[in-house]
């Protein structure tokens, strides 16, 4: 006999809520859509039915088809529902099993959240215990720190000491204020002193550094000049005894100083062909080539190259091996130790070499600086 109760696995004392929950879950397995049959269905629908009614004790395959098995396909119908009945009793086991490992779970999930609450009270007594002791020593400490303030407080008047006088009320304000300025004024010594760098990189950095030397020999000491010696000498034999009688005297008077001539080279209008020509002071031969922009390579019998740079072009970094010499005319004069220009070797393997952004072609280089070499003889 298989009851209502037996086909969704519950008895009388199930509650609602778990007969529900039952129906739920055989449905959603043995549902049509999902492979089930319709009959299965019917009993499970059925079922639900009935145990709500309170009939669950009810035998359900004969109640619904017993009427009607009177032929033998019915009657196959009958015991293939019995077989479906037997399976769901499996299916309602299996289900009970799982309802009694959650039953297990939860009661053990209980069972833990019951300990962690009895700790957590059990700490929470300690930690107010212990809150309690804190805030009682801390009164103490307050009360001890009261009664050590009252004490140092209420000394007798006896046992004050005068407060000593400040080194400041002794000096008038007059003073202080001199003080005060001279502090400013060394302070902006100082500010200047640190500035000064500065402002001579940014004067080489925007000008170059021909207007700073300019500037430099502002500031240079005067040389002395020579001191003659004037003998003043007497024919009269009468006025040598009254001129020995005084004290010598001696005269100073400044010798005019003789103008030093630096040699000034001959201007050109030829272009990147080497020349020989005099120096308009001296007269002693050198070799000149002029560039497009109007510069000058010069190398005189003192065998050093020299770059005569037009003043006229605009300023900017200077070669490393540009050292300056001083200015002619409208020419800033370099001497080239080292480097790009400074052997005659260097120009005579090349036809032009470059220059501080200037190039100066080499044409006839090597016949007038062997006929250079042959007038530098001479001297």
Known sequence: MT?????????????????KRRYKLLSSR?????????????????????IGQGKGHEEAVRTIHSR????????????????????????????????????????????????????????????????????????????????TNRTVTTVSPRTKTAPSPSPLSEISPKVINQIKALGRVNLR?????????????????????????????LFEEPQPKPEVKVTIVNNNPADDLQLQAQPAVTL????????????????????????LRYFEENNRPYIAV?????????RGCDAKFQYY???????????????????????????????NGSFAGNWAESKSLLINGEYFPNEGFSAVYQELEMLCMRY
């Open 3 to 19: 009851s209502f109760h037996d086909i969704l696995g519950t008895d009388s004392n199930t509650p609602s809520a778990d007969v």
């Open 30 to 50: 043995l549902h049509p859509d999902k492979g089930g049959s319709k009959a299965i269905m019917q009993l499970l629908v059925q079922a639900y039915e009935k």
């Open 68 to 147: 009607n098995a009177t032929s033998e396909a019915d009657k196959q119908k009958l015991q293939q529902l019995e077989r479906d009945c037997q399976a769901l009793r499996r299916i309602n086991e299996d289900l009970d099993r799982q309802f009694k490992l959650e039953q297990q779970k939860s009661k053990l999930l209980a069972e833990e959240s019951e300990r962690y609450m009895s700790a957590s009270e059990d700490e929470l007594k300690w930690l107010r215990r212990e809150n309690k002791r804190l805030n009682s020593q801390l009164e103490e400490a307050r009360r001890k720190l009261s009664d």
């Open 189 to 217: 010594r100082f500010g200047l002193m640190l500035m000064m760098p500065v402002v001579i990189a940014g004067l080489l950095f925007t000008l170059g550094k021909e207007p700073l030397l300019a500037m430099m020999t």
């Open 252 to 275: 100073i008077s400044a010798a005019p100083a003789k103008p030093v001539l630096v040699p000034r080279i001959q201007l050109e209008r030829a272009v990147g062909v080497w020349q």
């Open 290 to 298: 002029r560039s497009e922009k109007g510069s000058y390579i010069v």
């Open 309 to 339: 740079r037009n003043s006229n072009l605009r300023s900017g970094r200077m070669a490393a091996n540009l050292i300056f010499d001083r200015k002619e005319r409208h020419f800033l004069v370099y001497n080239i130790p080292y480097g």
